[in-house]
T-cell receptor, first 115, second 114 residues
Framework: AQSVTQLDSHVSVSEGTPVLLRCNYSSSYSPSLFWYVQHPNKGLQLLLKYTSAATLVKGINGFEAEFKKSETSFHLTKPSAHMSDAAEYFCVVSGYGGATNKLIFGTGTLLAVQP | EAQVTQNPRYLITVTGKKLTVTCSQNMNHEYMSWYRQDPGLGLRQIYYSMNVEVTDKGDVPEGYKVSRKEKRNFPLILESPSPNQTSLYFC?????????????FGPGTRLTVL
């Protein structure tokens, strides 16, 4: 069965410093992996998606994630944080039970950006 | 504009009073789904629909019903709401063409059951 573990429930960085949000996955299948972002009182927005084409995936707003099969990780990074990056981030795996439409969400990482 | 809409956005109700949360998408997507979001638990799938008249249970279906009579609409029905259904609800849609796992989410409905 698929699952994702977000290793930090809260991360705080200073504006202009790098961001690292950690995610480990477990999957019996070749997974599709995603990062979604949720700004306060907003819906979820897709940041990026990995589908085995390339291990380094670039997303919107300068974010990227690297798929590492040997470490079963899919960490999200950004070189320089902006105040507008403050939000909750979800790591997601699909392919649960072989069904690509079933998404399994991590518990979320709340990113705070200090001025 | 391509979007998923939900109504109402906020709802306070009492135990046992039937309610419906509507969801509509204008992207001609085959697949639609409902999730609930609770603190510390992420999002969990309630029900999903692969196409018109085709629905199936997700991970937490108890206490909920859905229907898919038209492609664009996928209402969530709580026949007898209880306080443990107080949550933030999201509707999502996707298409086979772009990948059913790339889902577009509505803005959410915050439900409080007293």
């Amino acid at each position: 069965a698929q699952s994702v573990t977000q290793l930090d429930s809260h991360v705080s960085v200073s504006e202009g410093t790098p961001v690292l949000l950690r995610c480990n996955y477990s999957s019996s299948y070749s997974p599709s992996l995603f990062w979604y972002v949720q700004h306060p009182n907003k819906g979820l927005q897709l940041l990026l998606k990995y589908t085995s084409a390339a291990t380094l995936v670039k997303g919107i707003n300068g974010f990227e994630a690297e798929f590492k099969k040997s470490e079963t990780s899919f960490h999200l990074t950004k070189p320089s944080a902006h105040m507008s990056d403050a939000a909750e981030y979800f790591c997601v795996v699909s392919g649960y039970g072989g069904a690509t439409n079933k998404l399994i969400f991590g518990t979320g990482t709340l990113l705070a950006v200090q001025p | 504009e391509a979007q998923v809409t939900q109504n109402p956005r906020y709802l306070i109700t009492v135990t046992g009073k039937k309610l419906t949360v509507t969801c509509s998408q204008n992207m001609n997507h085959e697949y639609m789904s409902w999730y609930r979001q609770d603190p510390g638990l992420g999002l969990r799938q309630i029900y999903y629909s692969m196409n018109v008249e085709v629905t199936d249970k997700g991970d937490v279906p108890e206490g909920y019903k859905v229907s898919r009579k038209e492609k664009r609409n996928f209402p969530l029905i709580l026949e007898s709401p209880s306080p443990n259904q107080t949550s933030l609800y999201f509707c999502a849609s996707s298409s086979r063409q772009t990948g059913t796992d790339t889902q577009y989410f509505g803005p959410g409905t915050r439900l409080t059951v007293l």
